[in-house]
C-alpha cells in the first residue's frame, strides 16, 4: 500500500473534538480494500501452535460451536499489516487529531461470523490502565459491511466528554446505556451514498475509516445475519509514552492467553476482567470446557435464538449429528445453493451487482451459449471460495496443509480455495481446474491480447496487478498447451460480462441448478 502524509480538513478535525469519533471517507481505494480482505483471511487461517507470537481467540456461537472471533498481535509478524498500521497514512491522520505523533500500541481482527455473539457498552480507556494511564484512538476499518443486522459498531455522539458510570463488570451501567441515543456507524466497503464529508448516517465510500478516542462509548451487537463479518481495530498510545506494544502482549499473553495456550485447570479471573469483559471470549473457559456448555459469564448482547435464526440450518444440523450419516448429493446441492442466495448477497467488490448475481450471469450466459454440464456449473460456482463462510476456507486450508505435511501452504487465492471446495465435495476434476482456472486465464489473456486488458473494468486492472499480472514466459507456455484450455478461456470471458445491472428477472435463479448439481454428484449428467 503507498504510505504519504493525509491532510485532514480544519472542519473535520472539529468534528472529531465535537463527537469523539471521525469518519475519513474514501481512505482506501478499491485495491487496498481488496489487500485487506486478502491479508485478514491470511491471518484467519494463520497456525494455531504453541510458538506463534499472534493470538487467536475463541468463542461459543449461537450454533454451539466454538469459532474463531478474533486474533491480535500480528502487526510483527504480517508484513502487510504492518507497513499499513505503522505507515505514514495511518499515523499522520492521527496525528493531526491528536496534535502529536502516535504508535502502535495494539491491533486486531474481529471475526464475527454469522451467530457469533457481540459486545456490551463499554469504553476502551478503563482496559488498559495496568501499562500506564494513558489515551489512545483507534482506527476501525471494515473488511465487510457493517450494520446492525451483522453487529456492527454503536456510539454514543459527545460520549468522550461526559462522565460515564461503570459497572462492577466494567461495562457502562445500564441505566445510562438506555438514557443515550446510540448512532449506528454502518462502514460499508463497496458503495458509496453519503455526500457530506462527515456523514450522519455513517454509510461510506470505498475504504472509508472511522477513528475514535478511548473515552467514546461504544458497543456491537450479535451477528443476526447469515454472513459472515470482519473488521480491524488498531489502537494508537502518544509516542511521548514511548512504544508499549510489545509490553502489552507481553501482560495479555501472561493473564489472558489465546484460547488453544490457555492451562488446564487455570480460571484466568485477573484476564478475563481485564481483557474480556463484556466481550463473547467469556463464552469459552479454555480448550478442555465443554461446547455444549455455555458460560455464565456470557453477556446478553451477543446471545441468538438459533432456531429463529437459522431454521433450516438447525435442523440439517441435528439430523446429522443424530444419525451421523454422510449428506447426500441432494443435501450437498442443496448446501450450495444455500451458501449463494444467503451469503452471496454481499457487493461484489468494485462492481455493481451482488456476488450472487454475478454467479448466476455467468451459468446463464454458459448455458445459452451451449456449454457443457461441467462448463456451466464452473460458471456458476467459479467465486464459491469468496462466498463461503470463513470456517469453511479455514478447514480447506488445514486439510492443504496436512496434505502438504507442512504448516503454510502461503498465500491461497479464492479460485484456489473454490476448487478444494468443490473437490472435497465430489465434484469431477473437470469442474474444479475450471474453477481454479478462472484467474490464471484473465493473466493468460491480458497477456495474449490487449483489447481484452482495455476492456477490464477498473477494478479488475486493479486486481489484476496483485494476482500475478499478465502471463510471461513457462507460465503462459504451460496455459497455450492445457487441453481445458478454450473452457477456461470462455469461463473468464463470460465472468467478465456477468457485471450487468437490472436483469435478475431475465437471469434463472440459483434453485434451478439444483437437479443438475445433483445429477453431476451422482454421475448421472
Known sequence: MDNYYYPLKEEQIQSYK?????LVEGFLNVAEVQLLQQWSQEVYG??????????????????????LCRTENFANSHTGFGSFLRGQRVLSVLEQLATEEMLLFKEKINYKLAGSGGFDPHIDANA????????????????????????????????????IPLGRDRCIEESWVESHEWTPCNLKPGEGNSTDSISTAYQSTIGDILIFGSYLAHRSGANRSTKD???????????AEGDLHDQYYEDRRKLWPATHMR???ESYEEGRARYAFGSPMLTVDGPFD????????????????LSTLYPQEHTLLLHLQTTMTQPTPLQKAQHLIDCLEKHGQGDYIGESISQLEHSLQAAHQAKQEGATNELILAALLHDIGQIIPLDSTREIKLRMQTDNNTQSVGRIGHETLGAEYLRALGFSETVCRLVASHVPA???????????????????????EFQGGPFTGMELAAFEADPL???MVMLRLWDDRAKVQGVEEVTPRAGEYLGLIVGHLEGTL
Open 128 to 163: 488498559y490502565t495496568h501499562v500506564k494511564d494513558i489515551k489512545h484512538l483507534t482506527v476501525l476499518a471494515a473488511v465487510d459491511d457493517m450494520n446492525a443486522e451483522n453487529g456492527g459498531l454503536e456510539v454514543v455522539n459527545g460520549s468522550h466528554l461526559m462522565d
Open 485 to 487: 484450455r478454450e473452457e
Open 229 to 239: 463479518r470482519r473488521a480491524i481495530y488498531a489502537t494508537f498510545n502518544r509516542k
Open 18 to 22: 465535537e463527537k469523539g469519533y471521525l
Open 46 to 67: 494463520l497456525p494455531r501452535t504453541p510458538e506463534v507470537p499472534w493470538m487467536p481467540y475463541e468463542e461459543v456461537n449461537a450454533y454451539g460451536q466454538r469459532v
Open 263 to 265: 492451562k488446564e485447570g
Open 290 to 305: 465443554e461446547l455444549q456448555h455455555i458460560s455464565s459469564y456470557t453477556p446478553s448482547s451477543w446471545q441468538v435464538n
Open 442 to 464: 484473465k493473466r493468460y489473456l491480458t497477456a495474449v491480447d490487449s483489447a481484452y486488458y482495455d476492456s477490464l473494468s477498473a477494478a479488475s486492472k486493479k486486481s489484476l
